[in-house]
């Protein structure tokens, strides 16, 4: 600004010395006032573009602030597993449990392992949620009916976009999933499961409501994704005492519950 008003004084100063080079003895001529004035309007219309510059700009950086605000906004939604540690329970997406069914009820989760190194939390349903057999007649997790309900009917409807964006896919057999079953080697695993008490689990009334209650303890029958290693028609489950067995049948449908496991990224 200081540089065009000297400029501008100059410029006025050099009008002076021309028309008292003129002799005109100090008196201003009509195209002398026409210089002036001209130069007066272009130094206005200067100061107005300048002025509407700065708006425009202060309005530029105003909108980015506000985008910026609204992206960090967004960003800032909260992990509900960013402070868990082993052992805690996490509420996280929705399933039925309510012996009528049809609920929208919070699935609660168990955290098994943390991996500071790669910033993700294992995760198990603290409840057997659902009574499923694993296949018609296959112990192949990979083309099990059970695999494909849990990264389908399960995982569509019990997780909103905003949860899906922190489930990490798992790989089994050069497979990524979103939700799995434990492995066998997984549900022995002394850091996930401190003894065989750890592994008891209790069923849902919705998955209560579903089995048979001739075969039903205070404990639940839950699914491994490991198959039994003599014959196609079988897998390994964890048993009502905590113990892992592989005497199920693929095709029971009456008492055996689905724990979903997750991989969380933090």
Known sequence: MYKKFLSFFLCLCLIGLFTSACGGGGKTTPSDNSAFYYLLAQQNANNNEEANN???ANNNEEANNNEEANNNEEEAVENPFSDAQ???TVEFGRYQQTAEGGDQTPIKWKVLAKDDDNKQVLVISLYGLDVKRFDDDSNDWKNSEISA????????NSFDETEKGIIKPFEIDSVNYNVFLLSKEEAENTEYFADVESRKCVAT???VAHTDPAYLGDYCIWLLRSPNPFSDGYFYCVTESGSI????????????VVRPALWIKL
């Open 54 to 56: 700065n708006e425009e």
């Open 205 to 207: 009334s919705y998955a």
């Open 245 to 256: 067995n592989y005497i199920y049948k693929v095709d029971n449908d009456i008492y055996l």
């Open 86 to 88: 082993v052992g805690d």
């Open 149 to 156: 309900w849990l990264n389908d009917d399960f995982y569509y």
